[in-house]
């Protein structure tokens, strides 16, 4: 399958390739002699990001489009922390400090900075638990609830072992603190490693700890190669019996409509009614309904018709109860039926649309890129098995 896509804008082009390494597309770009680079988790993401680029670049803006994503955070810092400190204009600030250096000797400028570098270890000794939390913080506006829920459940588990100054982090440290996870896969150590080079690339850019330390301390938490796995999923007979144990409670439209539409637990928690029923034939997933902020249209199947029937009048939220009371009946449902499992739903229904209307339509679906579809969920079924799936009826 073709991995190479082109971005265009004016007479300017971006190419992007996606990485099986690390799951990620790649955009890059040379014009004029100027190289730059992106990468995102989504197509459309990767094709947002370097579009942006490509539009500085034709209005004759190289030194922004030239900027990469660790420098966007490292200002994005520093702006935060001027602010904190009364200071509202970076620029000002900078001409201050250019000034200042020139204005002394180098011996002079060599003790100032010793003076500073000491004045920021014993004023900014911060613990690694308390450098975890701001980071959280600052992170957390751009997650989902769900991901910062697991990403908070992680981080708990981190602080609780990392008893000790930020500063104080080192390799013995860490490298005790991952080989905890020695008998898990390849992938939970490296969702550990993001968080642990997350709160330390945070701190360096706050003056928690010196930028040596952190370059030690990214080549110890260097991902390590996680090959993708079959996703679970659930058979037509399995799917049939949680539908059927779902009946009389508020969780069968839920469950019904993951199984139907593929869409995310997320997406569907935030869904009214009428986003079930407006449309002749479809259920509509609204722009700011979805993760990719995307709107998407994905066929009403009369097998989920079916199943909605007796909701075929209902107004409202689809469920009228908070994420953490849906999470608690549908552990509860599953345990009693005997299914485990994370995204069982949104997987089984990927793996049987899949074989139906092939990867590029699915994509547009379930919210993803033709790529992660065509590399996670190819040939995981057969066709008569997928005919089963969406005829589960009532």
């Given at each position: 399958?073709?991995?190479?896509?082109?971005v265009?804008?004016?007479?300017?082009?971006?190419?992007?390739?996606?990485?099986?390494?690390d799951?990620?597309?790649?955009a890059?770009?040379?014009?004029?002699?100027?190289?730059?680079?992106?990468?995102?988790?989504?197509?459309e993401?990767?094709?947002v990001?370097?579009?942006?680029?490509l539009?500085?670049?034709?209005?004759?803006?190289?030194?922004?489009?030239?900027?990469?994503q660790r420098?966007?955070?490292?200002?994005?810092?520093?702006?935060?922390?001027?602010?904190?400190?009364?200071?509202?204009?970076l620029?000002?600030?900078?001409?201050?400090?250019?000034t200042?250096?020139?204005?002394t000797?180098?011996?002079?400028?060599?003790?100032l900075?010793?003076?500073?570098?000491?004045?920021?270890?014993?004023?900014?000794?911060?613990?690694?638990?308390?450098a975890?939390?701001?980071w959280?913080?600052?992170?957390?506006?751009?997650?989902?609830?769900?991901?910062?829920?697991?990403?908070?459940?992680?981080?708990?588990?981190?602080?609780e072992?990392?008893?000790?100054?930020?500063?104080d982090?080192?390799?013995?440290?860490?490298?005790?603190?991952i080989?905890?996870?020695?008998?898990?896969?390849?992938?939970?150590?490296?969702?550990?490693?993001?968080?642990?080079?997350?709160?330390?690339?945070?701190?360096?850019d706050r003056?928690w700890?010196e930028?040596?330390?952190?370059?030690?301390?990214?080549?110890?938490?260097?991902?390590?190669?996680?090959?993708s796995e079959?996703?679970?999923?659930?058979?037509?007979?399995?799917?049939?019996?949680?539908?059927?144990?779902?009946?009389?409670?508020?969780?069968?439209?839920?469950?019904?409509?993951?199984?139907?539409t593929?869409?995310?637990?997320?997406e569907?928690?935030?869904?009214?009614?009428?986003?079930?029923w407006?449309?002749p034939?479809?259920?509509?997933?609204?722009?700011?309904?979805?993760?990719?902020?995307?709107?998407?249209?994905v066929?009403?199947?009369?097998?989920?018709?079916a199943?909605?029937?007796?909701?075929?009048?209902?107004?409202?939220?689809?469920?009228p109860?908070?994420?953490?009371?849906?999470?608690?009946?549908?552990?509860?449902?599953?345990?009693?039926?005997g299914?485990?499992?994370n995204?069982?739903l949104?997987?089984?229904?990927?793996?049987?649309?899949?074989?139906?209307?092939?990867?590029?339509e699915?994509?547009?679906?379930?919210?993803?890129?033709?790529?992660?579809?065509?590399?996670n969920?190819?040939?995981?079924?057969?066709?008569?098995?997928?005919?089963?799936?969406?005829?589960?009826?009532?």
């Open positions: 399958m073709e991995m190479r896509q082109v265009t804008y004016r007479n300017y082009q971006a190419r992007i390739v996606f990485a099986p390494s799951q990620r597309f790649h890059s770009w040379s014009i004029g002699g100027s190289r730059g680079k992106v990468s995102a988790k989504t197509l993401e990767a094709k990001k370097a579009l942006t680029k539009k500085l670049i034709a209005e004759g803006r190289f030194s922004l489009a030239s900027i990469n420098e966007e955070a490292k200002i994005s810092s520093a702006l935060t922390i001027l602010r904190e400190s009364g200071y509202h204009d620029l000002e600030v900078a001409l201050d400090y250019i200042i250096k020139k204005a000797s180098c011996e002079q400028s060599n003790n900075a010793q003076s500073i570098h000491h004045q920021n270890r014993s004023t900014k000794r911060i613990s690694f638990s308390e975890a939390d701001q959280l913080c600052f992170k957390r506006p751009g997650w989902s609830e769900i991901n910062t829920k697991i990403i908070q459940t992680r981080l708990v588990r981190i602080k072992s990392l008893q000790l100054d930020v500063c982090v080192n390799h013995s440290v860490l490298t005790e603190y080989s905890r996870f020695n008998n898990r896969m390849p992938k939970t150590r490296n969702h550990f490693r993001e968080i642990l080079k997350g709160v330390l690339t945070f701190s360096y003056g700890i930028g040596s330390q952190l370059e030690r301390l990214r080549r110890i938490l260097k991902n390590e190669s996680a090959p079959s996703p679970k999923i659930m058979t037509p007979e399995s799917f049939k019996r949680l539908l059927d144990a779902a009946r009389d409670t508020e969780l069968l439209p839920v469950i019904a409509i993951a199984g139907f593929g869409a995310r637990q997320a569907i928690l935030r869904l009214n009614w009428a986003n079930i407006a449309r034939s479809y259920v509509e997933l609204e722009a700011h309904l979805t993760k990719t902020r995307r709107r998407r249209l066929p009403r199947s009369i097998a989920l018709e199943w909605l029937e007796n909701y075929r009048n209902a107004t409202g939220p689809v469920w109860h908070s994420v953490k009371a849906f999470e608690a009946r549908y552990y509860r449902l599953r345990k009693k039926v299914i485990r499992g995204n069982l949104r997987h089984s229904y990927a793996s049987y649309r899949i074989t139906q209307i092939g990867e590029n699915l994509a547009k679906e379930m919210g993803n890129s033709p790529e992660m579809i065509y590399s969920y190819r040939e995981l079924v057969e066709p008569n098995e997928a005919d089963n799936w969406f005829n589960v009826q009532p």
